[in-house]
């Protein structure tokens, strides 16, 4: 495995908007990845699933980036059980669950990216998140070393997993039991139809901007809309007009075009109803007062 130089992340990222990654490894064992950490000496590093829920700024990021390559693209179904590696793909575990009749995964139907950024991002709907299905997960952790851990010993919460950022999620194994298979094909279909008629899948974007303030606030969708800026454009990026909560990619739009839009709708949000959105999506390459603007320091 060689480390690669200067390597276009647009092309790599769901969004399609950032600069390059200085050096970029694709580990394809564990071994490797164990090389790849050994190299860093314990400097910071950046794993990068499909990119979708990243935003990579235009001048691209200082610290290496690593991808999982081919043995970490695996999924079985066992019996009670599925187990994938952490380059796996979301939509190939929930297809499996529905095709295998398997119960519990329908929120996962139209959710892009990978098993190792599901985790990290506990990915899921508003109450049924990927570490509700965890039965164990594999990482390598800062030392190079592999550990398993239960999901009761993870501090799972919504859109977050209480597990040092520099791991490097390797696989999981996920509860899931058979159940009836026309409910579980219905579940899914009925799940999946709602989702992609309510969102945004022909433009690039990162999935919702925001997290979800919570009562009294209501959906973060509500509150970008009051506060007047559902469909707000700049160059190529723009407030999606029929989910306020999406910012999507015309073509080329950039970085800072996205960072934009969302300071002003954080902005309005505070001044107007009194409320600081989070954002939902994480932010590589970004200077610190960026970070603070957006609510991500
Ligand atoms: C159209 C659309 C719909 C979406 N709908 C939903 C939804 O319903 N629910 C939801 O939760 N999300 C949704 N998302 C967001 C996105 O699908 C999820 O966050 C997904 O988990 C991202 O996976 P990824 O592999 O692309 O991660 P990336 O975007 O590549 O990375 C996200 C984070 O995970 C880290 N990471 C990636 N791989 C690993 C690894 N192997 N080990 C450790 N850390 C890692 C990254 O460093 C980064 O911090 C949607 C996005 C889009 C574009």
């Not at 187990?83 to 939509?91: I, Q, T």
């Not at 997993?161 to 696989?171: A, H, K, T, Y």
Request: with cysteine.
């Amino acid at each position: 495995m060689e480390w690669e130089s200067d390597v276009p992340l647009a092309a790599l990222a769901r969004y399609r908007i950032g600069g390059c990654a200085r050096r970029l490894a694709r580990p394809d064992t564990i071994d490797e990845v164990k090389r790849v950490l050994a190299a860093l000496e314990g400097g910071a590093h950046l794993v990068l699933g499909t990119g979708a829920n990243v935003l990579i700024s235009d001048d691209g990021v200082d610290e290496p980036v690593i991808i999982l390559g081919r043995d970490f693209d695996r999924l079985t179904v066992s019996e009670g059980a599925i187990e994938a590696g952490g380059a796996a793909r979301l939509p190939a575990l929930a297809n499996a669950a529905r095709r295998q009749a398997r119960k519990g995964f329908r929120f996962l139907e139209a959710v892009p990216g990978t098993i190792g950024g599901g985790l990290r991002m506990n990915a899921g709907s508003r109450d049924e998140w990927l570490w509700h299905r965890v039965e164990w997960v594999e990482a390598v952790d800062d030392g190079g070393e592999v550990v398993r851990i239960a999901s009761n010993d993870a501090g799972f919460r919504y859109r977050h997993v209480d597990l040092p950022e520099s791991w490097i999620f390797i696989g999981a194994r996920f509860q899931a039991e058979p159940g009836d298979p026309m409910l579980i094909e219905d579940a899914h279909l009925d799940f999946r139809s709602r989702k992609v008629g309510d969102q945004v899948y022909e433009l690039p974007s990162v999935g919702s901007t925001w997290k979800n303030p919570g009562d009294p606030h209501g959906s973060a969708w509500e509150i970008v809309d009051r506060v007047g800026m559902r469909g707000a454009r700049l160059g190529d990026a723009q407030i999606a007009e029929r989910h306020a909560n999406f910012i999507v990619n015309h073509g080329d739009a950039r970085a800072e075009d996205v960072v934009e839009l969302m300071i002003e709708t954080r902005r309005r949000a505070h001044e107007q109803l009194g409320v600081w959105l989070e954002p939902e999506i994480r932010f590589w390459g970004f200077a610190h007062d960026r970070l603070v603007a957006l609510g991500a320091a």
